[in-house]
């Protein structure tokens, strides 16, 4: 099974605890031409700009909690090579193909949600892409050529979960699972069609970007999938499922200004689709809060300070949090993967 659901619940955590201290700058854009990269089909899209994470003190035990074992091998992998992603890498962009689920299931209507997935990403920054591939031609490590590109395997080069690497320039590395590398190449070269011929996540696209230093949006089978993890509880009632199988996507954000906000909008079905599921993940939350005072009552403060609103076919939910209520959850492992 290849990279599991880490990046979204555990990871909207690692993204807005990155950003306690970036008040100190404005939010970025990330680019049309970087966004024009990726292949059309993508189910989630996100940003993170983490060179203003490395500020905050904490960042590293919350990196360390959160990141899985086969990411760390990967950035000693890099490391050995001369890149360094804790101080060469400002910008990250990334986006997952769904395994597990059908084209005819992952729209709405449905109840399916990944089970797997491949990713695809380029980290922005500034390299020297001569020498790091001499280093793996020295290394003699399993590549492949496609376009005049050479990928170079993080493994045999064969097996399911191995991640590629290659450079597209010199302020651009692009990493991830052979097939989507390879059609990323075929969106540049103008044989696939990119992310921006999409004409349903493109538009959200622009809406997220450069509205929070940290941002994602979510298809409909990656949006059950954020339903399911932000809010589990509320599975327990038995209309839940057909709400949330009409949700068509979602937008997060994060920002900060004297605190952090994070920021969930789910597109529902329809407007009564949103005031019902709203009522729905208040009660949920509830439960949730009721169940953490006991173990673990910062996170039930947590919970407890998120505000759920309904406006016309959006759900929104907000979670703020201060710096040493983050500080305090990481201690407590709340944020641990559990694969």
Known sequence: ??????????????????????????????????????????????????KQARSQKWFPQLQEQMLPDRFRQFEKFLASAGVDPNSQVDELAW??????????????????????EEIVGV???????????????????????????TM????????????????????????????????MIEVRFGSEEGLMRNETLFPLINEANGSGVVW??????YTRLAMQQLAPEV???????????????????????????????????????????????????????????KDNPDLAALIDQARVTPAGDRLTIRMSLSDDQMATLIRKNTFALKM
Request: charged share 15%.
């Open 123 to 149: 980290a922005l920054g500034t390299y020297n892409p001569n020498s790091t591939e001499a280093f793996f031609k020295q290394q003699k490590l399993p590549s492949f050529k496609a376009r005049g590109y």
């Open 95 to 116: 986006g997952l193909v769904a395994e597990g689920i059908s084209a005819k299931t992952e729209g709405t209507g449905s109840t399916d949600v990944p089970t797997g």
């Open 152 to 183: 170079y395997a993080f493994g045999t080069g064969s097996g399911a979960s191995d991640l590629f690497f290659f450079f597209l320039d010199s302020s651009t590395a692009a990493f991830g699972h052979r097939a989507v590398l390879e059609k």
């Open 235 to 293: 599975g327990q009632f038995p209309e839940a499922a057909k709400l949330v199988g009409r949700m068509q996507n979602m937008i997060i954000n994060v920002e900060a200004s004297s605190g952090l906000d994070g920021k969930f909008q789910a597109v529902c079905g329809s407007t009564d689709d949103a005031n019902t599921l709203g009522q729905l993940v208040q009660a949920g939350f509830l439960y949730k809060k009721y169940q953490a005072q």
């Open 216 to 221: 994602a949006v979510l298809n409909p089978a």
């Open 1 to 50: 099974m290849r990279m599991m659901t880490w990046r979204l619940a555990g990871g909207i955590a690692v993204a807005a605890a990155m950003l306690c201290t970036a008040q100190i700058s404005s939010a970025q854009s990330l680019g049309a031409d970087t966004i024009s990269l990726f292949p059309k089909n993508v189910g989630e899209f996100a940003y993170a700009n983490l």
